[in-house]
C-alpha cells in the first residue's frame, strides 16, 4: 500500500531544509560580497580616505562592542524564543511538527551568526592590537584589512538584524507549514476533501488507541496525536507503517497551520489506504507481514 513517490518527497526533509538554508545564505553572501568588496578595492587603489591612529582605535573599539552587544542580547532573546514555541508545542500538539523545522531552522541560521560575529570579534580585535598605527604590513595590505574588517562588522550586524525579523515575524509557523505541505503535495495534483481527510485521520487516532487498548496500555486521548511516541518500544507493525503514520500525522499539522486549508486527493487517498491497513491489522489482532 505504501505510495513510494509520496514518501520520497516527504522523507529527505533534512536535505530539503538545508537546501533551503544553504540558499539563504548563498543569497546573503553575494548580497554582501559584491558591492562592499568592489568598493573596498577601489578604495584600495585610490585611498579616498585618510583616518587618523585614534579615530581608528575608536571605530574599531565601538564596533567590537556593538557586534559583542547586539550578539549577547540576540542570543538571549533567542533562548527565550525556544522556550516559548516550547510552551506552545506543549499546549497544541499538532504544532510539534512546525515547530521542529523552525527550531532546526533557526538553529542553523544562529550558527551562522555565531560564526559571523566570532569572525567579526577576532578582526577589530586584530586591528585594535596591530592596526591603529600599521608596523606590520605594507599599506595596501593595510587598507585592505582595515576595509574587510568594517565590512564584516556590517555584514554581522545586517544578519542579526534579518535574523530578529524572522524570529519575530508573527505569521513564521503557517509560512514554514505551507512550505512543507506543498512539498508533500508535490505539484499539479488536484484537491482532495478536506473533511474526508480529517475524518479519516481521526479514524486513525481511534484504531490506534485501540490498537494499544488489545496490549493492555493506557493511553491519553492527547498522545494519539504522535504515533511514534503511542505505543513506542511495542512491537506492533512494520517500521514503514510508522514512517505513513508519521506522514500522515505531519501533513495534518501543516494543513491546520497553513493559510492554505486544503488536502491534495494524493494525500486523501493515501490517508485512506492507511485507514484501511490499520483497520486490517487491528482485525487480524497482529503485525502486518511484509
Not at 70 to 77: D, E
Not at 150 to 160: E, N, V
Not at 219 to 226: P, Q, S
Request: glycine share 6%.
Amino acid at each position: 500500500m505504501s505510495n513510494k513517490p509520496l514518501m520520497e518527497r516527504y522523507k529527505p526533509s533534512k536535505k530539503f531544509f538545508q537546501r533551503h538554508i544553504e540558499q539563504i545564505m548563498l543569497i546573503l553572501a553575494v548580497l554582501l560580497a559584491t558591492l562592499p568588496h568592489l568598493l573596498i578595492v577601489w578604495d584600495c587603489q585610490t585611498r579616498l580616505t585618510t583616518i587618523s591612529a585614534d579615530s581608528l582605535y575608536s571605530l574599531f573599539s565601538t564596533s567590537a562592542s556593538v557586534v559583542a552587544g547586539l550578539y549577547g542580547i540576540t542570543l538571549t532573546g533567542y533562548i527565550f524564543f525556544l522556550e516559548h514555541i516550547q510552551r506552545d508545542n506543549r499546549e497544541d500538539e499538532t504544532l510539534s511538527d512546525p515547530i521542529e523545522l523552525l527550531k532546526r531552522d533557526y538553529n542553523r541560521l544562529a550558527i551562522f551568526i555565531t560564526v559571523l560575529a566570532f569572525l567579526s570579534l577576532m578582526a577589530n580585535g586584530f586591528q585594535l592590537l596591530y592596526g591603529t598605527e600599521n608596523t606590520l604590513l605594507p599599506e595596501g595590505v593595510h587598507r585592505f584589512l582595515m576595509d574587510e574588517t568594517l565590512w564584516l562588522t556590517s555584514a554581522t550586524i545586517f544578519c542579526i538584524m534579518c535574523f530578529i525579523l524572522l524570529v519575530v515575524a508573527p505569521d513564521k509557523i503557517q509560512r514554514i507549514s505551507e512550505r512543507y505541505k506543498k512539498r508533500i503535495d508535490g505539484s499539479g495534483g488536484a484537491d482532495g476533501d478536506l473533511e474526508q481527510f480529517l475524518q479519516d485521520y481521526g479514524e486513525i487516532e481511534e484504531i490506534l488507541r485501540k490498537l494499544a487498548g488489545k496490549i493492555g496500555s493506557s493511553i491519553r486521548l492527547k498522545d494519539a496525536v504522535n504515533p511514534t511516541a503511542l505505543l513506542k518500544g511495542m512491537d506492533l507493525m512494520e517500521d514503514a507503517i510508522w514512517e505513513e503514520l508519521n506522514l500522515v500525522r505531519s501533513y495534518h499539522s501543516y494543513v491546520l497551520h497553513s493559510s492554505d486549508q486544503r488536502a491534495s486527493q494524493e494525500m486523501c487517498d493515501f490517508t485512506a489506504s492507511l485507514k484501511a491497513s490499520l483497520q486490517k491489522m487491528l482485525d487480524d489482532g497482529g503485525k502486518q507481514q511484509k
